[in-house]
């Protein structure tokens, strides 16, 4: 975040009382007022300033192990939303799009002006409506008194912010998610907040339910992330595999003296990844014979070599291999040793280089009975295979194979036309274990 925010507002939503103060007139669901607070350093950095004390227990429909209570502490100490009553927070209640256009106008104008007062109108509502008309946060003449839906909300709070408040820290391609498609209307904004690690969506597969309502404790989530990115979520959608939510995610620097050596897979990671700064060394049909026999790639000196030599002309900090699905006629302890000789030739050349022996990934049950020597037994025994090299050779060993079976333990069958390569949407699911493994 770049901009310096001056005051943070405090907006008291679905309120069924006019004593609680700021109280300016009814909505769908009830009341909803506003105060203006003190100031505060830039929106969207950790450790803001408390506005207010939070004590467990002070709303008796948020108990401490509801997933929901971080966020309605946060929102509460912050200022962003009171409870309906001094002890109920009203965490099932409704939220409409009149309410949503009141977060997401005094967000913007907090953000590009600094000020988040508003004077009355003739409706509680409707300066929020009008300056959200006039800064493309809603359509205007948009109906608002009417509940909001999850992509509804999801769409206006998305557009509180300026992208550079809602820096991408889950690399999620679009289709990812299973229910939110990219000729969707409201994707774009959705998948934003998903890469801002504001939305994680339901269970390990990200489900995001676009057409449910949502409710005041997922309000109070997702405005807690909206305000402070410490409260961010890394997330990645998973179909089984290792939990890499709670890993460390690593941006492009990582990769900046780095490079990849693979086959066709590796070649849709690099057209679909958001991975730029590692350099590939990759092709479609390449083996482990042929990245170390066949000299057919122009090197710098103008000749040609092979593909490991071609690597090996600078050095790295970090080799990625990702190779074995075109040489599977070979039986495993010859594959093993084929890949031990290139690691071998690699770390020669490379020394001072960690190097991160990628597993086979799986093949869709259609591929598996169609194509024997792809089976998910060879694959498997492939990695088991790997796995040893990578101790025997003091390498990495990285389990991309878990992360992209289904639950029969293959490759879903929508997520690939030839049944080996994955739709380009699901690299994601690649991109996020090489920035979040070791």
């Given at each position: 975040m770049k901009r310096p925010v001056s005051i943070f507002l405090l907006v008291m939503l679905f309120l069924s009382t006019a004593g609680l103060a700021g109280a300016a007139g009814p909505t769908v669901a009830g009341e909803a007022g506003v105060l203006e607070a003190d100031m505060a350093p830039e929106m969207g950095t950790p450790g803001l300033p408390k506005k207010n004390t939070y004590a467990d227990g002070q709303f008796t429909d948020v108990a401490p192990a509801d997933w929901y209570s971080a966020g309605v502490k946060a929102v509460y100490e912050l200022g962003l939303m009171y409870g309906q009553s001094e002890d109920c927070f009203n965490a099932p209640?409704?939220?409409?799009?009149?309410?949503?256009?009141?977060?997401?106008?005094?967000?913007?104008?907090?953000?590009?002006?600094?000020?988040?007062?508003?004077?009355?109108?003739?409706?509680?509502?409707?300066?929020?409506v009008s300056y959200g008309e006039e800064n493309g946060i809603i359509a205007a003449g948009e109906e608002v008194l009417r509940v909001a839906t999850r992509a509804r909300f999801a769409d206006i709070l998305a557009r509180a912010l300026p992208p550079e408040a809602l820096e991408q820290i889950n690399a999620i391609n679009m289709d990812a998610i299973p229910d939110v498609k990219s000729g969707d209307e409201y994707a774009e904004s959705?998948?934003?907040?998903?890469?801002?690690?504001?939305?994680?969506?339901?269970?390990?597969?990200?489900?995001?339910?676009?057409?449910?309502?949502?409710?005041?404790?997922?309000?109070?989530?997702?405005?807690?992330?909206?305000?402070?990115?410490?409260?961010?979520?890394?997330?990645?959608?998973?179909?089984?595999?290792?939990?890499?939510?709670?890993?460390?995610?690593?941006?492009?620097?990582?990769?900046?003296?780095?490079?990849?050596?693979?086959?066709?897979?590796?070649?849709?990671?690099?057209?679909?990844?958001?991975?730029?700064?590692?350099?590939?060394?990759?092709?479609?049909?390449?083996?482990?014979?042929?990245?170390?026999?066949?000299?057919?790639?122009?090197?710098?000196?103008?000749?040609?070599?092979?593909?490991?030599?071609?690597?090996?002309?600078?050095?790295?900090?970090?080799?990625?291999?990702?190779?074995?699905?075109?040489?599977?006629?070979?039986?495993?302890?010859?594959?093993?040793?084929?890949?031990?000789?290139?690691?071998?030739?690699?770390?020669?050349?490379?020394?001072?280089?960690?190097?991160?022996?990628?597993?086979?990934?799986?093949?869709?049950?259609?591929?598996?009975?169609?194509?024997?020597?792809?089976?998910?037994?060879?694959?498997?025994?492939?990695?088991?295979?790997?796995?040893?090299?990578?101790?025997?050779?003091?390498?990495?060993?990285?389990?991309?194979?878990s992360v992209f079976q289904g639950e029969d333990g293959y490759l879903p069958s929508g997520w690939s036309g030839d049944g080996v390569h994955p739709y380009g949407q699901h690299y994601a699911l690649w991109e996020n274990c090489m920035r979040t493994m070791y």
């Open positions: 209640g409704e939220v409409s799009v009149a309410e949503t256009v009141v977060l997401a106008a005094r967000l913007h104008k907090l953000y590009h002006i600094g000020s988040s007062e508003f004077e009355l109108g003739e409706t509680w509502y409707g300066p929020y959705v998948y934003l907040l998903y890469r801002a690690g504001v939305l994680t969506g339901s269970g390990p597969r990200g489900i995001f339910s676009p057409d449910s309502g949502i409710c005041r404790a997922e309000a109070a989530v997702i405005l807690a992330r909206m305000a402070d990115k410490s409260l961010r979520q890394s997330f990645v959608p998973q179909y089984g595999g290792p939990d890499l939510t709670a890993l460390k995610w690593r941006d492009d620097t990582f990769f900046a003296h780095s490079a990849i050596l693979g086959n066709s897979l590796v070649e849709g990671l690099r057209m679909y990844s958001h991975i730029d700064s590692i350099s590939y060394f990759s092709a479609s049909s390449v083996s482990v014979i042929s990245a170390t026999k066949s000299r057919d790639t122009r090197l710098k000196n103008g000749s040609k070599g092979t593909l490991v030599q071609a690597l090996c002309q600078e050095k790295y900090d970090k080799i990625y291999i990702e190779l074995g699905i075109n040489e599977m006629y070979c039986n495993t302890s010859h594959f093993a040793e084929l890949y031990g000789d290139m690691i071998d030739q690699i770390k020669a050349a490379e020394p001072e280089a960690d190097i991160y022996i990628i597993s086979l990934l799986p093949v869709t049950r259609q591929e598996a009975e169609t194509s024997p020597n792809r089976s998910m037994t060879r694959i498997n025994g492939y990695n088991k295979a790997l796995r040893e090299l990578a101790e025997e050779k003091e390498c990495y060993y990285m389990d991309v194979c």
